[in-house]
């Protein structure tokens, strides 16, 4: 029992940082119809944005602490955003309007030169950092085996809710939100009504970005260690976690994101390690099979 | 107050338009009509810049929009109920109407009261989603949409395509009032073209992309051209 909580801690502050690039995904799939390859790299660039943030600020003694995490946290974002904005610019904007696989490959393009831009920056090496958080909770200790809530694991948990709490607000209550729903829903009809859809599609992948920064954060601090080929796994797991939630779903981007770290920590617990990124996809594709939209995804059916 | 001025447009090789010339004046209700695939929603997509003239030039209030993107040239007081009515599915009665004034400066309380007292419906069904309505209500919803936007000239796609005669017939009499009430200008596409002529000020005939025949509602009505092409022979 204790076992199984602590799998459970450890899955749920995995299956968060799947999560939070989950909606980067459906968010831009839902807008564009297109599946942004290159969004794992972006996290990726979210990381080592954080990485570079670390040893500026913390290693150099400047700050520490929590404060130190907020502000690594926010240049990332930040910083991570612009990347984002400039990807759509320059890969994705011109080709709008051309057949339907060209956003496609030239996002898997995109992908590529992200991380040979990294590994010629910043070497091929993994890149350790100190631990910024050491110790946590302990919640149960049963015949010597303790249930630990580490304080990083809480803070992924805490930053990631209140993440995801703005950005519902965001998307749900605001004009911003409204225009961004608009797009996804009928583009032609939001140019319409004065919609300036090219600026709302380059905030919603500045919004993806920055959400994605803060998974890359996120993994840097609870991991830490990180290299330039970090994006290509993370990507690939939180695609799934998206296509398993519904893709074009942004509360199921989340729970697909949950159920996949669930899934792959508990499998990596119970039964083998070498076999939990079967195990994740095995479940993804038996879900298709018979909910071939998604947990939370709809049929496309509209009335006329 | 509009000029569509000697404009053509094609869809890749499928010419659409050819050297269309219109006019519509404050205050007037002008109506297009002519059978399907005629070039009559070309035209009023034309106007707001999707998919652009190839040639000739569209004026709106003394400015020249040729060029513009369409989200610009739908702020200056332009609105479209569009053909197929293009309602969000997803968004509830209420946001669809709200996006309508999404970039609108105004403030949308007192238009949503307007709104509300012109189609009682969609009040009632103001948390519905827009998917959700029938035909009817969903075209209530479009106009009402245009209208948040607080336009001069509005476009209007067929709003009759699909409706029980009651209806349409509510929905051209909320046309009515608004020209004759509010002042406003409208531009309306029409294959019921009986009815559209009769509320109209002025028509033109669209046959094949090209203007074929332009006049008075009246004289459109009594030629006999348009009475057989157009009004089956009959009323």
């Not at chain 1, 100190?130 to 694991?153: C, K, N, R, W």
Request: hydrophobic share 50%; charged share 15%; net charge positive.
């Amino acid at each position: 029992m204790a076992y199984a909580l602590q799998q459970l801690i450890n899955g749920v502050s995995l299956g968060m940082i799947y999560g939070l690039i989950a909606v980067g995904y459906t968010m831009v799939y839902g807008i564009i119809g297109m599946i942004n390859f290159a969004h794992g790299d972006i996290f990726m660039i979210g990381a080592f944005v954080a990485l570079i943030s670390v040893v500026m600020f913390v290693s150099g003694g400047i700050m520490e602490g929590p404060a130190a995490i907020l502000l690594v946290l926010l240049i990332s974002m930040c910083i991570t955003a612009l990347y984002g904005w400039t990807v759509e610019r320059v890969a994705y904007r011109p080709l709008r309007g051309s057949f339907r696989l060209a956003p496609l490959i030239s996002a898997i393009g995109m992908s590529i030169v992200l991380q040979n831009y990294v590994q010629v920056a910043q070497g091929a090496r993994v890149k350790p950092i100190d631990a910024m958080l050491p110790g946590g909770v302990t919640i149960v200790e049963h015949q010597s085996f303790v249930v630990q809530f580490s304080y990083m694991q809480m803070l992924i948990i805490t930053v990631t809710l209140a993440v995801l709490a703005i950005f519902t607000w965001l998307v749900t209550r605001t004009p911003l939100g409204r225009a961004m729903r608009a797009c996804e829903q009928d583009r032609k009809m939001a140019a319409l009504l004065g919609i300036d859809t090219d600026r709302t599609i380059s905030l919603t992948f500045v919004i993806g970005a920055a959400l994605a920064a803060v998974a890359g954060t996120m993994f840097l601090l609870r991991y830490g260690v990180i290299d330039f080929y970090i994006g290509f796994l993370a990507g690939v797991k939180a695609f799934t976690a998206a296509v398993l939630g519904g893709i074009g779903s942004l509360p199921g981007a989340v729970l697909g994101g949950l159920l996949i770290g669930l899934i792959e920590t508990f499998w990596s617990a119970y039964f083998s390690v070498q076999y939990k990124d079967v195990a994740a996809f095995s479940i993804l594709a038996i879900t298709l099979i018979f909910m071939p939209t998604g947990l939370l995804g709809r049929a496309e059916v509209e009335k006329v | 107050m509009l000029a569509v001025d000697t404009v053509s447009t094609a869809y890749g090789a499928v010419q659409a338009l050819r050297e269309v010339s219109i006019t519509v004046a404050q205050g007037e209700i002008v109506t297009l009509v002519g059978a399907n695939g005629a070039g009559k929603s070309t035209l009023l997509m034309t106007i707001c810049g999707d998919p652009r003239a190839r040639s000739g030039r569209v004026v709106f209030e003394d400015r020249d929009i040729t060029a513009l993107p369409t989200h610009e040239i739908m702020r200056l007081g332009l609105a479209q109920v569009p053909e197929g009515r293009r309602v969000f599915p997803r968004m509830s009665v209420m946001e669809n109407l709200l996006m309508g004034a999404q970039v609108a400066r105004h403030d949308p309380a007192p238009l949503l009261r307007q709104v509300f007292a012109l189609f009682p419906r969609l009040e009632e069904r103001q948390s519905q989603r827009g998917g959700t309505l029938s035909g009817g209500e969903q075209q209530m919803l479009a106009i009402g949409r245009a209208l948040m936007s607080k336009p001069r000239l509005l476009l209007l796609d067929e709003p009759s395509l699909g409706l029980a005669p009651l209806i349409v017939r509510q929905i051209f009499a909320a046309i009515r009032e608004l020209n004759e009430k509010e002042g406003l200008t409208v531009l309306l596409v029409e294959q019921n073209a009986y009815q559209a002529l009769r509320l109209a000020h002025r028509g033109y005939v669209l046959v094949n992309g090209r203007i074929t025949l332009a006049g008075s509602g009246r004289e459109l009505l009594a030629m006999p051209e348009v009475r057989d092409a157009y009004l089956g022979g009959g009323h």
